[in-house]
């Protein structure tokens, strides 16, 4: 493994390290980065739609455009949909969806144009539009290369998984707008078009944009597979075709992205996306492309889209005209910017390091290879240590599009916070975390063979041979200290001892119950009392900051505090019960939780007492939450005097 890049955000360094990071370590991390905002799209959302633009404001400065980019919001669609533990992310995904479908629909007639030959597909501006006016749903009148075939493909593939997945039903309109971007697609003869492709660039044959259309026809036959009543509006055999010729194209042109002569591109970090999201590509395949992007485009920030990349070349906002924001740029433009780039002054890119990372971490998921965990965990690193520091000029915890040179500084675009980083990043994040919960179960199940007694234990002899096994690079002798302190009468219980070293959960939450002076017991109180005591500690728990700073959520159907009439939503319940922090009751007024906003401490409401504290441990160092509690009781016993209670 190659030297980890600069951490730009400092709070970021303790998850970017070469030892695996527990869960609990990793549930941290997002705690933080959802805490500064890191990961927080609606400063994107064009107001009044489920569409997002590019660029998130973050709320320094005005929003200056509602243009959205389907290829962009399918993949924030597709964030949303995997990484969604609630519900909530699922609905949003498919209200994205349900948007670009609207636009498509209400644009129907520039592929019936096409396909019907009144249009000329050659004119960019006459082929479907893959960028528009999200807040009106309208096509711009300004020019854009919207030869795009891989934006299409992208939109068909998540339409139709979500379907597959029993999370968006299929609407006839729909089914027939699908049907009639098929045809166009056959039309066009995408497999040998040239299209501007994800770069929006110069008009070629690229792999990247067949193999989403691919992609695209086997999910819609996936989806027919699973449907036998499903009937395609579109003329026989279309489905098949597209998959066949564009299979016979990419078997001519992979690995690399383009072999037309004069416009031969060899690795491209677009070909990323045949691997993960889009699964097209087999595992041979998949590593040959991953190993071309690490070795050849790969740099100490993050990785080039292509060598000659010379959007956000040096000094790109002196040398080039405009502001750096996304706009079209004509091929003399593009031939002029190129003369500017010199070699390893390309933009480093930020949406990618997390691609490799999901993508080794679905190979991990297959072959329970360490070292393609190893790398999951190191692509990870590498995407969080490109969130922004305190000297960043966008402001920090933000994910930025790329870093260029400026003179001799690899600084963030203007195009900061980009959301397609953020989606991407979310994407990692959610796939790491399974990832570690697959290993811890692996291990157990490994160290099981040896527990033939079923005791639950092991000795030290058999760890070593079981953890060699698993690593033979592993230093014992290093190792034989550590594991030391799992052991008991020579003999290591390997439960307590997997959960302390991948889930950080080995030492236990600290918990302390305080009735308050002045009100009887819980169950001696009537409801009026009960809510007393609600009042009492809502009021003096909403007044803390700093780390204990958080919010409270009344139980499900409570109508006792005014704020939250109705109590927590379902979806709320749920994210309250993953986290073990969540309580049921018959009577629901009254009761509630306190939590904090990196999830970690909680204050349960009249539950058994008046007051429950619980605060998770710190990464298995025991000392850390018994002094973190006494900290808390002190600041809530002060704020409880101010409310006229103490602690009974």
């Known amino acids: 493994m190659v030297a980890g890049p600069k951490v730009q955000q400092p709070a970021l360094a303790p998850f970017i390290k070469d030892e695996l990071l527990t869960r609990e370590e990793l549930e941290k991390c997002i705690a933080m980065l959802t805490k500064n905002k890191a990961l927080n799209l609606k400063g994107a959302q064009v107001a009044g739609t489920n569409l997002f633009t590019d660029v998130s404001t973050r709320g320094q400065k005005p929003r200056v455009s509602n243009n959205v980019w389907v290829r962009d919001n399918m993949f924030l669609a597709l964030s949303l949909y995997v ?24 644009t129907a007639a520039r592929f019936d144009d096409v396909i019907g030959g009144s249009a000329d597909p050659n004119d960019p501006m006459s082929r479907p539009h893959v960028r528009f006016n999200g807040a009106a ?62 770069w929006e660039e110069t008009p070629k044959i690229e792999a990247s944009s067949v193999g989403a259309v691919v992609a695209a026809a086997k999910e819609f036959k996936r989806l027919l597979d699973m449907y ?7 003329c026989d055999g279309t489905l098949d075709e597209l998959e066949e010729r564009g299979q016979e194209a990419l078997e001519e042109i992979l690995p690399k992205e383009c072999v037309q002569p004069g416009k031969e591109r060899v690795v491209d970090g677009a070909l990323l996306f045949l ?38 070349c040096k000094d790109y906002k002196e040398r080039v005209r405009g502001d750096g ?52 965990q190191y692509y990870l690193g590498r995407s969080l240590a490109q969130v922004t520091g305190p000297d960043c000029p966008q402001g920090a915890w933000v994910c930025p599009e790329c870093y260029y040179l400026c003179k001799s500084s690899w600084v963030p675009s203007d195009n900061t916070p980009f959301v397609w980083t953020q989606a991407n990043l979310q994407l990692a994040l ?74 950080g959960t080995k030492a236990s939450p600290a918990k302390s119950s305080h009735d308050l002076r002045g009100l009887r017991p819980l169950k001696a109180m009537s409801l ?32 006792s505090f005014p704020a939250r009439l109705g109590g927590m939503t379902t979806k709320e319940e749920q994210a309250l019960q993953s986290s073990g922090f969540c309580f049921k009751s018959k009577e629901a007024s009254g009761r509630g939780v306190f939590i904090n906003a990196e999830k970690d401490i909680a204050v349960l409401i009249n539950h058994e007492s008046h007051l429950e504290i619980v605060i998770k441990p710190d990464l298995g160092d025991a000392s850390v939450a018994p002094r973190r509690l006494r900290m808390l009781q002190n600041v809530l016993r002060d704020q409880l005097k101010l409310c006229g209670y103490d602690f009974a």
């Open 137 to 198: 749903l309208e096509e711009n009148d300004e020019f854009w290369n919207h030869k795009q075939n891989d934006a299409l493909g992208y939109f068909i593939w998540m339409r139709c998984r979500l379907c597959a997945d029993n999370k968006m039903r299929m609407t006839g309109d729909h089914l027939r707008l699908l049907g009639l971007m098929l045809e166009y697609l056959l039309k066009i003869e995408f497999w040998q078009d040239e299209d501007a492709g994800h």
């Open 275 to 312: 691997i993960y999201p889009l699964n097209l590509v087999d595992e041979v395949m998949a590593r040959t492309i991953l190993k071309n992007v690490e070795e050849q485009l790969m740099g100490k920030i993050g990785i080039r889209r292509y060598n000659g990349d010379s959007y956000w």
């Open 228 to 234: 036998p009543g499903m009937i395609v509006p579109c």
């Open 83 to 106: 990484s969604d533990t609630t519900g909530e992310g699922t609905q949003a995904a498919v209200a994205v969806v349900n948007d670009v479908a609207a636009f498509f629909l209400k």
């Open 528 to 559: 009026d009392e009960v809510c007393e005591a609600e009042r009492a500690a809502t009021d003096a728990l909403l007044e803390m900051h700093g780390e204990f700073e958080g919010e409270y959520y009344p139980l499900p159907r409570s109508q």
């Open 430 to 503: 959610h796939l790491m975390d399974r990832s570690l919960a697959v290993s811890g179960d692996e291990v157990k199940n490994e160290f099981k063979r040896y527990d033939i007694a079923g005791m639950g234990n092991i000795t030290l002899e058999d760890l070593c041979t079981v953890l060699s096994k698993l690593n033979s690079e592993l230093p014992m002798d290093d190792l034989v200290p550590l594991l030391g302190n799992f052991a008991t009468g020579g003999k290591i219980n390997f439960e307590s001892l997997i959960d302390g070293l991948f889930c």
């Open 325 to 376: 924001a996304r706009r079209a740029f004509s091929a003399e433009e593009i031939r002029q910017r190129d003369k500017m780039m010199m070699p390893g002054q390309e933009a480093q890119w930020c949406i990618f390091d997390s691609i490799i990372s999901a993508a080794y971490g679905t190979f991990f998921e297959k072959g329970r290879d360490w070292e393609d965990l190893q790398k999951q």
